[in-house]
Nanobody
C-alpha cells in the first residue's frame, strides 16, 4: 500500500515556474511506477508525465514536453514535477499517482491504483 501527498501548487504568472512534490509512504516505494495527472474544471483527468520505478525512463504528454520534467528520489520517497514556461491552459488540480511495477508506459488514470489528494496550480495570463 502506498499513500501519496502532493504539495507545491500555487498561483503563478504565465511564463513562470513551479515545482510540485509528492511524498509517498510505504517501504516498497522504489518498486512503484509513478505518474502525474491533472484535471481542469469541467474536463477529464489527463496524463501529464510518468517515470519508471528505477527512475531510468520518463514519458510526457505532448502538451508539456520540453516544459515539464518529472524526477524521483527513491531514498526520500519523493517524486517531483518541475514545471517551466507555464501557460494559462496548465491551470488544473495536479495529482500524483502510483502503480506497481510494469513493463510499459501507463497513461490512463484507471491504470494507477494509488492517488494523492491533489494540489491546485493556477496560471494567470
Amino acid at each position: 500500500q502506498v499513500q501519496l501527498v502532493e504539495s507545491g501548487g500555487g498561483l503563478v504568472q504565465a511564463g513562470g515556474s513551479l515545482r510540485l512534490s509528492c511524498a509517498a509512504s510505504g517501504r516498497t516505494f522504489n518498486s512503484y511506477h509513478m505518474g502525474w495527472f491533472r484535471q481542469a474544471p469541467g474536463k477529464e483527468r489527463e496524463f501529464v508525465a510518468a517515470i519508471r520505478w528505477s527512475g531510468g525512463g520518463t514519458y510526457y504528454a505532448d502538451s508539456v514536453k520540453g516544459r515539464f520534467t518529472i524526477s524521483r528520489d527513491n531514498a526520500k520517497n519523493r517524486v517531483y514535477l518541475q514545471m517551466n514556461s507555464l501557460k494559462p491552459e496548465d491551470t488544473a488540480v495536479y495529482y500524483c499517482a502510483a502503480r506497481a511495477y510494469g513493463i510499459r508506459w501507463y497513461t490512463l488514470s484507471g491504470e494507477y491504483a494509488y492517488w494523492g489528494q491533489g494540489t491546485q496550480v493556477t496560471v494567470s495570463s
